[in-house]
Nanobody, 111 residues
């Protein structure tokens, strides 16, 4: 059983930055397709960014150029650097690996 634990959410003003982290309970060296999703109130959960061991990275169009996903192999952690945040980025952000999900971390962008 793989466990995922997110951290780093919070309240930030528009234009600000946050860095989310997802601690994975096993080595991430050779696991594929680890990603971040988000779910805003009243909306479906949507893909934000995903990274594969082959080096492929995909982003939702709405976050391209603002968000960066990366792997920190030494700590078995996947990060999501979020810059130029907008109110529409407000959501609960979840880390995902295959059928495994973290508990989520709230991100609120508001002045």
């Amino acid at each position: 059983q793989v466990q995922l634990v997110e951290s780093g959410g919070g309240l930030v003003q528009p234009g600000g930055s946050l860095r989310l982290s997802c601690a994975v309970s096993r080595s991430i060296f050779n696991i594929d397709a680890v990603g971040w999703y988000r779910q805003a109130p009243g909306r479906h959960r949507e893909l934000v960014a995903v990274t594969t061991t082959r080096g492929n990275i995909n982003y939702a169009d709405s976050v391209k150029g603002r968000f960066t996903i990366s792997r920190e192999y030494a700590k078995n952690t996947v990060h999501l650097q979020m810059n130029s945040l907008k109110p529409e980025d407000t959501a609960v952000y979840y880390c995902n690996y295959i059928s495994h999900w973290g508990q989520g971390t709230q991100v609120t962008v508001s002045s």
